[in-house]
């Protein structure tokens, strides 16, 4: 039988965790390929996904190989899948039982139709340990119940589509896009939703909470003092992001105007990183930032003037204060971390 859905899952030291997720997708049977792709663990990893495969052999594939980082792990998962749809989930994350049957469901629907879409779009929840709560992540702007294109995409300020919350048309990633995430970086998510887009015409949101983000350990890469720490992979990411866009998108088309919105985003979340680091090596990097963004004037000049960009190259003290004033009013409003 094909897979209908290959889930793609790079694992790295996942020990502790790992189960929660792997039991979270079994429920999708022979309609979903689980890939485990072991990037180079020193822990139990390796041992529990190899357990999983010979319990599992025709959902699970554990796959191992030597440590390159998230997106090598994920690059690795997606040009091994063989189902139609593809969608990561991280080790640490996992599904919601009664949102993956509705979204194995509706791409059943569409095989049986003989219709395909390139990409879905799906909520998803913060699990916030330190809080002790849960936020929903809804699209709500977006039309429900059919397909649409980009011209229909309208979202609020600050809303975008995370990782998370996509699922692809398989063949889209890695035959259209040809999408190749770079080795030993963190943050490379961003990329896996911002260079496939071009590439996207059809898409569907199926309003249900499918997604758990778990947010909350010390080391996670999206905790706030390990991105200080790592903010030269963040940059690297952001350089990536603005050079594709300025080379390869046409700003005032329906996907232009969405990954610009998405670029501005993430270029405020460096910029405001190294507000908050508040040293002069910090600062100088932040207006190295701004600097490479001037070699592609157009793109420049666009995010310059926007209210992100205006914020974060306030002037002073008074102007670095305000910046991150109102970023903790956007981290409590949109509860990213």
Not at 259 to 266: G, P, V
Not at 315 to 332: E, N
């Amino acid at each position: 039988m094909e897979k209908l859905l290959s889930i793609v899952v790079p694992c790295y030291n996942s020990q502790d965790y790992i189960d929660r997720c792997v039991e979270s997708l079994l429920p999708g049977n022979d309609r979903v390929e689980i890939l485990l792709i072991d990037d180079g663990s020193t822990d139990r990893t390796a041992e529990i996904i190899d357990k999983y495969e010979r319990t599992y052999p025709k959902q699970i594939k554990a796959v191992h190989q030597e440590n390159g980082g998230h997106g090598q792990a994920v690059n690795t998962g997606m040009y091994l899948a063989k189902g139609k749809y593809v969608k990561v989930v991280d080790s640490d994350d996992w599904l919601d039982l009664s949102s993956y049957q509705k979204v194995l469901n509706f791409l059943e629907s569409l095989e049986e139709s003989n219709k395909e879409i390139d990409m879905l779009i799906c909520n998803y929840i913060y699990d916030k340990v330190e809080l002790g709560h849960k936020k929903v992540i809804k699209y709500r702007w977006l039309p429900k119940n059919k397909c649409f294109t980009w011209n229909k995409v309208h979202l609020l300020y600050g809303e975008y589509f995370l990782m998370h919350a996509v699922i692809y048309r398989t063949s889209l990633v890695t035959k259209e896009a040809k999408l190749r995430l770079p080795k030993y970086k963190f943050y490379v998510d961003n990329l896996y939703v911002f260079e496939p887009l071009p590439y996207v015409k059809k898409m569907y949101y199926l309003d249900v909470d499918l997604y758990h983000y778990f947010i909350g350990r010390e080391d996670q890469s999206v905790n706030e003092k390990v991105m200080l720490k790592r903010i030269d992979q963040q940059l690297y990411v952001n350089k990536r992001m603005i050079k594709f866009y300025a080379e390869n998108i046409d700003v005032n088309s329906d996907v232009g105007k969405y990954m610009k919105r998405y670029l501005e985003i993430i270029t405020t979340i460096s910029s405001i990183l190294l507000i908050r680091g508040n040293t002069k090596e910090y600062l100088d990097l932040k207006d190295n930032l701004w600097n490479y963004l001037k070699e592609y004037d157009d793109v420049y000049r666009i995010l310059r003037r926007r209210l992100f960009g205006i914020g974060v190259n306030l002037p002073g003290k008074f102007g670095r204060k305000l910046a991150t004033d109102v970023y903790k009013v956007a981290q409590r409003l949109y509860g990213f971390n």
